[in-house]
């Protein structure tokens, strides 16, 4: 039975609370140095915030797709005479943000003393409307402000916050970090760093550097790193690798030894080391194992030698810089229970891949196919457990998928990141482990947004190339370093439609266009200059062959670089993987607890959950159609009524106790 009463409930929320019940947090950041902390945990399919800030006015809180004000959800709240109150916002553009229609942030608490204001909220992860951003597993963009003054009301927006503003890019949906307690005489901490390298004066520069491994006489397992950036060169150092050599070289020949990767000043013997122990990106922190693996070294059969790559992002050419950041490793010789290992996956890095310009959502795939991972665990039939995803990309990236394949179907997805952001490229924690076997496909699908771009993008170590990686964090440790696919030229000319196409030595790589006007050109000359790529029917063309053509497989068995030559057909499946939809219907949950809400709404449609008490609402509607469940209790609603329309249907388990309201019984 349904049943209608005028109130309202924009919920615009206000409680009287005294003092916070302690609350702990397994999250916290601060947004800005000793003015603005933030707090929070996820607790089923909602999130609770707790903002702490040196003010005595309001504060503002956001989540934003693209870390400005622009189709930002907002939740401004305030402390006044001992109650807090909280907005729920939406902004269309850069400026004031209108009040939301439909509020889904819940106070829950706060407090207020001569300096801070404390508040205590809760939303959704996944909004219910169109324009509500949803908080996922990846990225999310932070947007923060705070004002001296409070609002005079309600619905008044603030007075503006001026410079009191800021962005920060965090991992909300993440599990507690559980930092294992480390026995002090057990550690050992090695620090592998850059020698006052002079940058030179382009935007990107890849410096190696080797170094020999400390001979500990016996295995250690490395349990933590953490970057240690020279003062000020934050946004220099874009990102920083250490691959293991396994093969045999001269380590004490190549100690210190230093140059610029991948040129012909690089020796052979430190460019094969291609094996990754340790990805580091920025934005990233200090990344711990969990308490049950770390990463084997000093062992007879572990590796001796490592060479650290660092890649320096100097957009301005400025030719000052001299730097010598690094990573810092923590070792212990308390051995834990398994070896853990890292596999570099996705696309590998060439100038075979291709972004045509023009598209707002271009895909590119890397797949690590079975008969890689087959390959690398011959001795591990029960397959490989999963803790954790490094997921990359560079300027054009805008979402990660590392999806998961096994028997034609595809499994929920090992990591993934829906609003990835180039400066800030952090491990993501798994929350549960996750079983890849050997027969079982991984696919690196990598989104990018090129709307903006005129000219056909390669991959490259340039920022203003492209990436597709994902680093998969994993035990126990195979012998797999990178498990990779490259396009293959010869088919990516086709989407030209040319009639005329053969391979000059029979070499995929290199086809050669015979069709009248196109002699003796260059492949890659001919797709970045004689294709229509403002054509979207040659962009769709294009897609469909990244997607279902075959590839070259990369598959570096015991750290040895190795390319087959028999093409990987493309993956096909049965069932793709969709994520759990939320349940938008009606409001969940019980017990809920609407106080002192002075609303004017015109429309307000609203299903209550069991056990909803209504207290104290001042609404002058003009239309309200609230359904309420049985066990429903409504307190002193002021309810002026003026050419609006109220239906009440009254039923057991309903109590209506109205000061001044005219009811019309339906």
């Not at 809180?61 to 709240?77: R, V």
């Not at 850069?94 to 205590?120: A, F, M, Y």
């Not at 449609?605 to 066990?631: F, K, Y």
Request: net charge negative; hydrophobic share 35%.
């Amino acid at each position: 039975m349904i049943r209608k009463f005028a109130v309202i409930l924009i919920a615009i929320l206000a409680v009287g609370n005294g003092a916070l019940q302690p609350m702990e947090f397994p999250h916290t950041a601060v947004l800005k140095e000793d003015v603005y902390v933030l707090y929070w945990k996820t607790e089923g399919d909602n999130i609770i915030f707790e903002t702490q800030v040196r003010t005595t006015g309001y504060v503002g809180l956001g989540i934003s797709p693209n870390g400005g004000m622009a189709n930002a959800d907002i939740a401004i709240g305030w402390v006044k005479d001992g109650r807090a109150y909280i907005t729920d916002y939406h902004a269309k553009k850069n400026g004031p943000p209108s009040l939301d229609k439909s509020q889904d942030v819940e106070i829950l608490g706060g407090s207020e003393n001569t300096t801070h204001t404390i508040l205590r909220f809760r939303r959704k992860l996944r909004g219910c409307e169109e324009k509500d951003n949803s908080i996922t597993n990846g990225t999310a963009r932070v947007i923060w402000a705070y004002g001296d003054e409070e609002p005079t009301s309600h619905t008044t927006i603030p007075k503006y916050h001026g410079t009191n503003r800021g962005t920060k890019s965090i991992q909300l949906v993440a599990p507690p970090e559980d930092i294992p307690v480390l026995d002090i005489s057990t550690v050992t901490e090695v620090e592998f760093l850059n020698d006052k390298v002079s940058i030179p004066s382009k935007d990107t520069t890849y410096w190696c550097h080797g170094f020999k491994i400390p001979e500990f006489n016996k295995t250690l397992h490395m349990v933590k790193y953490e970057p240690v950036i020279q003062a000020g060169h934050k946004a220099l150092v874009h990102h920083i690798l250490i691959y293991a050599c396994y093969h045999e070289l001269n380590t004490t020949l190549y100690h210190g030894s230093s140059f610029e990767c991948y040129t012909g000043n690089m020796p052979p013997e430190m460019s094969q080391c291609r094996a990754p122990i340790i990805a580091w990106a920025i934005g990233g922190e200090t990344f711990h194992y969990p308490d049950h693996v770390g990463f084997p070294l000093g062992g007879a059969e572990d590796p001796k030698f490592v060479v650290m790559e660092t890649h320096y992002d100097n957009p301005g050419l400025r030719n000052d810089y001299v730097d010598s950041s690094g990573i810092k490793i923590t070792f212990t010789s308390k051995l834990r229970q398994y070896d853990a290992g890292i596999i570099e996956t996705g696309k590998l890095v060439t100038p075979n891949h291709l972004i045509p310009p023009y598209s707002s959502a271009f895909h590119s795939w890397g797949h690590c196919p079975s008969r890689c991972l087959s390959a690398a665990m011959t001795n591990q039939a029960s397959g490989i457990k999963v803790f954790g995803a490094l997921l990359h990309t560079h300027l054009l990236g805008s979402a990660i998928h590392m999806r998961h394949f096994r028997n034609h179907t595809e499994l929920p997805w090992i990591s993934y990141d829906d609003n990835y952001d180039f400066n800030f490229q952090e491990v993501h924690k798994l929350g549960k482990e996750i079983t890849v076997l050997p027969t079982d496909d991984i696919v690196t699908d990598c989104t990018y947004d090129s709307s903006s771009k005129t000219y056909i993008t390669t991959g490259g170590l340039s920022t203003k190339e492209e990436m597709c990686l994902g680093y998969v964090y994993y035990y126990p440790k195979i012998n797999l370093g990178a498990c990779e696919t490259v396009g293959i030229p010869a088919n990516y000319i086709q989407v030209g439609g040319f009639k005329n196409i053969t391979l000059k030595g029979n070499n995929p790589f290199n086809p050669v266009v015979g069709d009248q006007g196109y002699e003796n050109m260059e492949w890659q000359s001919i797709l970045a200059d004689r294709i229509d790529w403002t054509n979207e029917t040659i962009r769709e063309r294009f897609q469909t062959i990244e997607r279902d053509t075959a590839n070259f497989v990369r598959c570096d068995l015991l750290g040895k670089f190795s390319i087959s030559r028999t093409p990987v057909p493309a993956l096909t499946f049965d069932l793709a993987y969709s994520p759990p939809q939320v349940n938008c219907s009606t409001v969940t949950g019980n017990a809920t607890t609407v106080v002192d809400a002075d609303v004017p709404p015109t429309v307000v449609d609203v299903t209550l959950p069991i056990a909803t008490t209504v207290v104290d609402t001042d609404v002058p509607p003009t239309v309200v159609d609230v359904t309420l469940p049985i066990a429903t209790t409504v307190v002193d609603t002021d309810v002026p009524l003026t050419g609006g329309t109220v239906r009440i249907s009254l039923c057991w388990g309903i109590v209506f106790l109205f000061t001044a309201a005219h009811v019309l019984i339906a």
